[in-house]
């Protein structure tokens, strides 16, 4: 089930309009029933079809082989929302604009017992973005998915439920899924009105304290092309504080080298280069969009493509200010980040002491460190040199463990004084 925004309707104009759907007639005296519509896929051959065809004669009237997918919405109002309950293929005809973001998410985590966690989806935001999703043998506790929760975005979140009069089982992203023994329609308009109470409750601020520190905005929120706006004018005034970074949906170890397309032209990178990548958006249109309108290619020492090419946007990290408030953009998304949980990450950044003259650390050449067999990495492979040089300790990928949700890499390095 969805949970729609204040502004949504309980009728057809919450559904998308390019949708084929009929209306059907309510039997059910339930006043909080607005609406049921149903979803009428095409029909179509099934893809297997061809291979098997190819090999037998299928002698099966050709009406009788195609397929056709359906679903159901049922529009629930519970005071003055719109829950959207969806069957099948329903969920495609939810006008995407009017989903409440993170309702299911938010819900789990409020109901979901502590000692209860079946699974959890992630996303890096304060680095290169990957997607893990971690499912767990037998109930645990959310320390057992290993999340980093000062830099991972919880996109996803089920377990069992800590009250079995709500459901046996729970599990939310943007909708909520339900397990209940037994359950009829007859308890539908009842149990929609648990759900958006759970929803308003605040639970979670105590089981998971860091939910609400950094929230996704959806592609179609207004406030994206904003945000972009400003985006876009940090690189063309070359602002301090920009970064690039690949999205890593691809295996990073087969990346040689990068080429990015601006206005025409190709350019060849080693590394993706803060001054260098910004330095080659000056010479874009300055009525164009450089994160739309800059491409970026991941190459292998053979030429060719890793992955498909990716707008800038998809591979820039940065951080705007907004109407008072703070937005982060990491792998093509944008998120907002609690003012909180910002004054605190800058207060434990400034407490940082600047050892860098003092150190007086060995020039990073990035082809030679790409070339190191030593380690994977560059920054390994670095890491690996100066310790040997200066008999350091070679701290990294050491992780110390503080708590439940709290864990961290010391140092790169460790000098002999600490």
Not at 3 to 27: G, H, Y
Not at 149 to 174: N, T
Not at 368 to 391: F, H, Q
Request: proline share 5%.
């Amino acid at each position: 089930m969805y949970l729609l925004r204040e502004s949504a309707e309980a009728d057809d104009s919450s559904l998308r309009s390019k949708v084929e759907i009929t209306p059907a007639e309510l039997k059910s005296s339930d006043d909080q029933i607005a609406g049921v519509y149903v979803l009428h896929g095409d029909p179509r051959r099934p893809g297997w079809m061809d291979e098997l065809s190819a090999i037998a004669t299928v002698d099966v009237d050709p009406a009788d082989l195609e397929t056709r997918s359906l679903g159901a919405v049922v529009l629930v109002m519970s005071n003055s929302r719109v829950v959207a309950v969806t069957f099948g293929t329903g969920f495609h005809a939810i006008e995407p604009s009017l989903i409440e973001r993170g309702f299911g998410l938010r819900v789990t985590a409020n109901m979901v017992a502590a000692n209860g966690i079946r699974g959890g989806q992630t996303r890096g935001v304060a680095r290169s973005s990957r997607d893990q999703k971690t499912l767990l043998p037998i109930n645990g506790e959310f320390s057992d998915l290993n999340v980093e929760v000062d830099e991972d975005w919880l996109r996803q979140l089920s377990g069992k439920s800590s009250d079995k009069g709500f459901a046996s089982a729970v599990s939310g992203a943007d909708s909520l899924t339900l397990t209940i023994p037994n359950f009829t329609f007859s308890m539908l308009g009842k149990k929609v009105n648990e759900v958006v109470q759970a929803w308003e409750g605040e639970q979670f601020k105590t089981k998971f304290p860091f939910l609400d520190q950094i929230v996704p905005i959806d592609k179609s929120d207004p406030i994206i092309e904003i945000l972009d706006g400003l985006a876009d004018a940090q690189i063309r005034h070359q602002e301090p504080g920009l970064a690039f970074a690949a999205p890593d949906p691809f295996e990073q170890l087969d990346v040689d080298h990068f080429e990015i397309t601006c206005q025409y032209q190709r350019y060849e990178l080693a590394d993706l280069e803060t001054t260098a990548v910004l330095k080659i958006a000056q010479s874009l249109d300055p009525s164009k969009s450089p994160l739309e309108n800059i491409r970026v290619y991941a190459l292998d020492e053979n030429g060719d493509n890793v992955d498909r090419a990716y707008p800038l946007k998809s591979y820039i990290q940065t951080e705007v200010v907004h109407g008072g408030e703070n937005y982060l953009l990491s792998a093509g998304l944008w998120f907002s980040l609690r003012t909180d949980f910002v004054a605190e990450i800058e207060a434990q950044v400034q407490a940082i002491p600047d050892f860098s003259e003092s150190l007086n650390l060995p020039t990073w050449d990035a082809k030679a460190l790409r070339d190191d067999p030593s380690d994977p990495t560059a920054e390994g492979s670095y890491n690996i040199l100066v310790a040997n040089a200066r008999s350091w300790v070679n701290l990294d990928k050491k992780l110390v463990y503080f708590g439940r949700y709290e864990k961290l890499e010391i140092c790169d390095l460790l000098t002999p004084n600490a």
